[in-house]
């Protein structure tokens, strides 16, 4: 008979799974001691958001990541990041140790007890799809595939609470597992299809809206062999960015409403057919919600919903409409006409370096071995003019919108795919967040490059009408200087000169490099300036 978290580990690195990010507790000791002797290499992070952060970009990259943290003092201090990781559809696991059975029937008041030895799960309930207490020996295989079924589903975080006498017990291994979460029905699918098919057949300008469940659920080939096959422009959101190749000819740019570009705003609120595919109908995706998307012209295509004009077709997971869709024989094709591009709104600086100039090096700078994660912020809103070069190679908070993301993001990421050099773009308020999780990447030896908008204020708030609050305010210290104590390089960055200089001698460094670039305050990117309009006319109502 297999033993419980031994068996975990086992199955996830069946699939996939090469690393674990988590913090140690005495309630997750044992666990710990499982983890160690499993295939599975062990990440130790400085606090338990940053587990989260991590583990979160890693299963954006890999298909699943896994975060094994304590009981309450650990878990309930991840809660954040998993729930940016459910908002974004993120397939993270979480494993939390817990006080053993025994001990919860001979002792009331454990240390880390709250409410009730429950509490932490339910807590979990609301910020997974599914949680749940491995309590049993008979019923908790099928509650670990049911787990992972949720997962890889729906790509979205589970939670599995483990008490510390259940972590090496023997387990009945389930010899028939329920039915999946989700099965497609052949008749809707293809009454989905038809109707999808007579729409493009129909249509006269065509285009694809791409969205981040496209690389949530590995669709990329498919969706840029019907963009190929139907010839039509391509276009992404910013949560969805780099999930078609940038460089790809159909490729016109991100799509934001009217925060984003005017002209690719036009075609995709002109067309008469937007196929939407794994978007994310949020404020931040449409430009606070300024898209004036007719849904008498779209197909809308989730893993949540499949919805064709004002049709509902239940019962059709989005993988199986994608991959039947891109793979038709009946599929109209058109001559793509010259359509230009998308052009980054930036420049070179002449002086002192600015967020514009900093993007137009940063364009410069990044190729096909580039991974790029970014925090939120102005550093998101510069992501609409900043040109990736390959599928895939941007990844950013960009619904829930969490501050801290970036750094032991950009960790998880370098972990995942150790083929690219990753780069993290952050503000310096995110960056006081978690930014000490680089003792983590100097301890693993990774190398990621830091650049710092170093301008003393949360700019993306000072844009939004509030210039003369003082609670956009914040400290500010050397970074570059900081750098050199956690044991990597730092770079002072005034001028564009020696951003030019500093990204090119980090790229070579085997280890972590912070890009100190000091910008004025009101200095913010061409997005945010149209954005933060948006946002004042929200606030004001």
Same mark, same amino acid.
């Given at each position: 008979?297999?033993?419980?978290?031994?068996?975990? $580990?086992?199955?996830?690195?069946?699939?996939?799974?090469?690393?674990?990010? =988590?913090?140690?507790?005495?309630?997750?000791?044992?666990?710990?001691?499982?983890?160690?002797?499993?295939?599975?290499?062990?990440?130790?992070?400085?606090?338990?958001?940053?587990?989260? $952060?991590?583990?979160? @970009?890693?299963?954006?990259i890999r298909g699943l990541g896994l975060a094994v943290v304590t009981y309450s003092v650990g878990g309930l201090n991840m809660v954040n990041a998993v729930a940016g990781a459910y908002a974004e559809k993120s397939p993270l696991i979480i494993l939390s140790g817990s006080p053993g059975i025994k001990e919860r029937q001979q002792h009331n008041l454990l240390h880390h007890k709250i409410k009730t030895f429950d509490t932490q799960r339910r807590v979990y309930e609301e910020v997974t799809l599914?949680?749940?207490?491995?309590?049993?020996?008979?019923? @908790?295989?099928?509650?670990?595939?049911?787990?992972?079924?949720y997962a890889i589903t729906f790509k979205r975080p589970v939670y599995l609470e483990i008490p510390r006498d259940?972590?090496?017990?023997?387990?009945?291994?389930?010899?028939?597992?329920?039915?999946?979460?989700?099965?497609?029905?052949?008749?809707?699918?293809?009454?989905?299809?038809?109707?999808?098919?007579?729409?493009?057949? *129909?249509?006269?300008?065509?285009?694809?809206?791409? =969205?981040?469940?496209?690389?949530?659920?590995?669709? *990329?080939p498919q969706v840029i062999a019907l963009a190929e096959k139907l010839g039509?422009?391509?276009?992404?959101?910013?949560?969805?960015?780099?999930? $078609?190749?940038?460089?790809?000819?159909?490729?016109?740019?991100?799509?934001?409403?009217?925060?984003?570009?005017?002209?690719?705003? *036009?075609?995709?609120?002109?067309?008469?057919c937007v196929l939407m595919l794994g978007v994310f109908m949020s404020d931040l995706n449409l430009g606070m919600f300024t898209a004036q998307l007719n849904p008498s012209h779209t197909v809308y295509a989730t893993s949540e919903r499949i919805a064709i004009k004002r049709h509902e077709y239940p019962n059709v997971r989005f993988e199986d409409f994608i991959d039947s869709l891109s793979s038709s024989s009946d599929l109209p094709h058109r001559e793509l006409s010259s359509i230009p591009k998308m052009k980054p709104r930036v420049q070179p600086s002449k002086g002192r370096i600015s967020m514009s100039g900093l993007l137009y090096e940063l364009n410069q700078f990044i190729d096909s071995k580039t991974l790029l994660v970014t925090d939120v912020g102005d550093t998101l809103f510069a992501a609409d003019d900043i040109q990736t070069q390959e599928g895939t190679s941007f990844f950013s908070p960009a619904f829930y919108a969490s501050m801290g993301f970036g750094v032991p993001g950009v960790i998880g990421a370098q972990l995942a795919d150790d083929s690219r050099r990753a780069i993290a773009l952050v503000g310096d308020g995110a960056f006081q967040m978690t930014g000490m999780e680089l003792?983590?990447?100097?301890?693993? =030896?990774?190398?990621?490059?830091?650049?710092?908008?170093?301008?003393?204020?949360?700019?993306?708030?000072? @844009?939004? =009408?509030?210039?003369?609050?003082?609670?956009v305010n914040i400290p500010t210290i050397d970074y570059a200087q900081l750098a050199q104590v956690l044991g990597g390089n730092g770079f002072v960055i005034e001028t564009g000169k020696q951003l *030019?200089?500093?990204?090119?001698?980090?790229?070579?460094?085997?280890?972590?490099?912070?890009?100190?670039?000091?910008?004025?305050?009101?200095?913010?990117?061409?997005?945010?300036?149209?954005?933060?309009?948006? $946002?004042?006319?929200?606030?004001?109502?």
């Amino acid at each position: 008979m297999p033993q419980l978290a031994p068996h975990i $580990f086992k199955i996830l690195h069946q699939q996939g799974v090469k690393h674990a990010f =988590g913090i140690p507790g005495d309630f997750a000791l044992t666990l710990f001691d499982a983890l160690a002797a499993s295939q599975i290499t062990p990440v130790v992070m400085t606090h338990e958001p940053c587990v989260g $952060f991590a583990a979160d @970009a890693y299963a954006r990259i890999r298909g699943l990541g896994l975060a094994v943290v304590t009981y309450s003092v650990g878990g309930l201090n991840m809660v954040n990041a998993v729930a940016g990781a459910y908002a974004e559809k993120s397939p993270l696991i979480i494993l939390s140790g817990s006080p053993g059975i025994k001990e919860r029937q001979q002792h009331n008041l454990l240390h880390h007890k709250i409410k009730t030895f429950d509490t932490q799960r339910r807590v979990y309930e609301e910020v997974t799809l599914y949680a749940t207490t491995l309590n049993d020996p008979k019923t @908790a295989d099928t509650k670990i595939h049911r787990a992972l079924d949720y997962a890889i589903t729906f790509k979205r975080p589970v939670y599995l609470e483990i008490p510390r006498d259940m972590v090496y017990a023997d387990i009945e291994e389930a010899e028939n597992y329920s039915s999946p979460i989700k099965r497609t029905d052949a008749d809707t699918l293809q009454e989905a299809l038809d109707e999808t098919l007579e729409m493009l057949h *129909q249509a006269k300008s065509p285009v694809i809206l791409a =969205g981040a469940e496209v690389h949530r659920f590995g669709l *990329q080939p498919q969706v840029i062999a019907l963009a190929e096959k139907l010839g039509v422009p391509v276009c992404a959101t910013i949560l969805g960015k780099s999930v $078609f190749p940038e460089a790809h000819p159909q490729y016109l740019g991100i799509y934001n409403g009217e925060a984003g570009d005017t002209h690719l705003r *036009q075609i995709v609120e002109e067309s008469d057919c937007v196929l939407m595919l794994g978007v994310f109908m949020s404020d931040l995706n449409l430009g606070m919600f300024t898209a004036q998307l007719n849904p008498s012209h779209t197909v809308y295509a989730t893993s949540e919903r499949i919805a064709i004009k004002r049709h509902e077709y239940p019962n059709v997971r989005f993988e199986d409409f994608i991959d039947s869709l891109s793979s038709s024989s009946d599929l109209p094709h058109r001559e793509l006409s010259s359509i230009p591009k998308m052009k980054p709104r930036v420049q070179p600086s002449k002086g002192r370096i600015s967020m514009s100039g900093l993007l137009y090096e940063l364009n410069q700078f990044i190729d096909s071995k580039t991974l790029l994660v970014t925090d939120v912020g102005d550093t998101l809103f510069a992501a609409d003019d900043i040109q990736t070069q390959e599928g895939t190679s941007f990844f950013s908070p960009a619904f829930y919108a969490s501050m801290g993301f970036g750094v032991p993001g950009v960790i998880g990421a370098q972990l995942a795919d150790d083929s690219r050099r990753a780069i993290a773009l952050v503000g310096d308020g995110a960056f006081q967040m978690t930014g000490m999780e680089l003792l983590t990447a100097k301890r693993l =030896g990774l190398n990621p490059i830091v650049i710092i908008i170093n301008n003393g204020s949360f700019a993306s708030l000072r @844009a939004m =009408g509030h210039q003369n609050a003082a609670f956009v305010n914040i400290p500010t210290i050397d970074y570059a200087q900081l750098a050199q104590v956690l044991g990597g390089n730092g770079f002072v960055i005034e001028t564009g000169k020696q951003l *030019q200089q500093a990204l090119h001698t980090a790229r070579d460094s085997n280890t972590f490099s912070i890009l100190d670039v000091r910008l004025l305050p009101d200095d913010v990117s061409p997005a945010l300036e149209h954005l933060s309009k948006l $946002f004042a006319k929200t606030l004001k109502g």
